[in-house]
């Protein structure tokens, strides 16, 4: 079976974290905070979530960087406070 790196999110749960984890450099507690978020927010479906979830991650790569241990930097307002910003701007406002 050939695991296809162009769609991440199809991934067994344990592989997606491992996926995460090479290219961001996120541990598995950070995996799960994010994930916990979105679905609190009203993701549902996994896929949905998992794409939020590596768009959310991209972001932070872009806008903050990785630190030199080869993990992504939250800044100094952490995860939390990132994910909150990120929900803000890429969530529509309902008319």
């Known amino acids: 079976m050939s695991m296809n790196k162009d769609h991440p999110v199809h991934l067994p749960d344990r592989l997606f974290v491992n ?3 090479e290219r961001f450099g996120v541990n598995r507690g950070v995996y799960n905070t994010v994930d916990k978020y979105l679905f609190t927010a009203g993701m549902i479906d996994i896929t949905q979530r998992r794409a ?3 768009e959310f991650l991209s972001y932070l790569h872009h ?3 990785i630190k030199s241990n080869g993990r992504i930097n939250f800044g100094g307002h952490g995860l939390s406070t990132r994910l909150k910003e990120y929900w803000v701007k890429t ?3 309902p008319q």
Do not use: W
């Open 52 to 54: 939020a979830m590596l």
């Open 19 to 21: 996926h995460c984890y």
């Open 91 to 93: 969530t529509p406002i």
């Open 63 to 65: 806008v903050n960087g």
